[in-house]
């Protein structure tokens, strides 16, 4: 039929300390693959031994390591962002602070192979200012990432998020017409994508551009990262859309602990099969 894979993100686990039975839970129901989130308090990339131990899991378990998460904040507490780390932040100390965890996330990549960095450009409307989402330090800090990447053998997706920085139009312009044929493609995230407008739309308009996703739904009010089908998205028409634009790679599943969270890995299990159903076999 296609290259659809299906995989896991961490984000399911973001509370806690990752943990080698986190990874057994997402293999035992059927994910081959994981997109780690770098954050410190969740996975220390910082620490080489945190790592080799990554990897040591990820070979007990087969699972490959998709993609790392660059990070967006220093630590969470109670589920609160503690220290948000803004590439796109006018103040130089800031957008450079931000970079270097980035590009100390990048070098996991010497010790432990992955494919794809997923970076947001700037913070989300809601949890910034204007000082934080400036266009000029956003294409800055793109730039030195992608060269660093390059070095790494690591692509950079950016990830559609609800700023004006990241809504699809603006990242195909960037990319397009600002990066200078930087290795640049797009994470395309249907969660925040239907948050901000017509889902099939965004799909359409990011054609082309798309290297990897983020798989969650929401009542189109709030960011839920609910399990598929949860929510409000109409997934026939959103994979009919993906597949028309000719993307036919990894579905990755990006949803929180909402609950129980193996109860939720078991819903995404479940919703895994019925997306399987939306996709046409040619």
Known sequence: MSGYRF????????????????????AAHGFDAVEVFATRSHFDYRDEAAVAQLAEWLSDTRLELHALHAPIFERLS?????????????????????????????????????????????????????????????????????????EAGVRVAVEVIPNALSQPEALVRLIEDDLDGLDVGVCLDYGHAHLMGDLAEAIETVSGHVWTTHMHDNRGREDEHLVPFAGTIDWDRAMMATQKIGYDGMLMLEVAATGDPLDVLARSAAARERLKGTLVTF
Do not use: C, M
Not at 10 to 19: A, E, K, N
Not at 86 to 114: C, F, K, Q
């Open 78 to 150: 109670q589920g609160q962002w503690v220290g948000p780390l803004s590439n796109a932040a006018g103040d130089e100390r800031r957008r450079a602070a931000a970079v270097a965890e980035t590009r100390a996330a990048l070098a996991v990549a010497r010790r432990l192979p992955y494919r794809y960095l997923v970076v947001h450009l700037g913070l989300p409307s809601g949890a910034s200012k204007d000082i934080e989402n400036r266009p000029d330090a956003a294409r800055r800090s793109l730039e030195e990432i992608a060269a660093v990447a390059s």
């Open 7 to 26: 995989g896991v993100s961490t984000h399911l686990f973001h509370q806690s300390p990752l943990l080698r039975e986190h990874l057994v839970h997402i």
